[in-house]
């Protein structure tokens, strides 16, 4: 085999012919087919996963990031992640996106640095005024505060803080 076909298994990301997936064209629509439903805390990890992109000057599906979401191990907590997941095409079989238990909701966050180790730790953490707003809401709320939560500015979802 040519080295080219063993590329898809190295720590890097980026173009190449294993890396052919691609941006959904609606978000929202993604969410709602691969997570069963749309609720704040997927539109939370989608626009986590878009800052992500941005601040690491990345491209959605090229896999140069890794990303590991400390978030409690329960629903609806673990709905972040799949937000991430469509917000960055990060992906957990290719372990560029990793679960890892929060004890309490105040510990969420959400640690973003570059495959090749090169530059800083990107550290989001939702702000517990904004999680307590969205947690343990009833199911006829999911819709208009995942709308709420899609408009919002960032800064008011989560800070950011390179470390």
């Known amino acids: 085999m040519e080295k ?5 298994h190295g720590p890097a ?6 890396n052919q997936g691609q941006a ?21 990890g ?3 996963g878009q800052a992500a992109l941005r601040e690491f000057k990345s491209r ?12 409690p191990l ?4 673990s709905c972040l992640a799949d937000g991430v997941v469509i917000g960055t095409g990060n992906s957990i079989g290719r372990l560029d996106i990793r679960l890892a238990e929060a004890m309490s909701i105040e510990l969420i966050e959400v640690l973003v640095r570059r495959k090749d180790g090169e530059g800083s730790i990107l550290r989001m953490r939702p702000y517990a005024e904004y999680l307590e707003s969205i947690r343990a ?5 999911l819709e208009g505060l995942s709308l709420k939560t899609r408009d919002m500015a960032e800064d008011e979802l989560f800070e950011m803080t390179m470390i």
Not at 24 to 30: L, R, Y
Not at 60 to 71: F, K, Q, R
Not at 74 to 77: D, G, I, M, N, V
Not at 137 to 141: H, T
């Open 24 to 44: 959904p064209d609606n978000w929202w629509e993604e969410v709602k087919r691969s997570h069963g439903h749309v609720g704040p805390w997927n539109v939370l």
């Open 60 to 71: 959605w599906g090229h896999h140069e990031l890794d990303i590991v979401c400390y978030i």
């Open 4 to 8: 080219s076909q063993h590329s898809h």
């Open 46 to 48: 989608y626009r986590m």
């Open 13 to 18: 990301g980026g173009a190449s012919p294993w």
């Open 137 to 141: 809401r009833p199911v006829e709320q």
């Open 74 to 77: 329960s629903t609806p907590f």
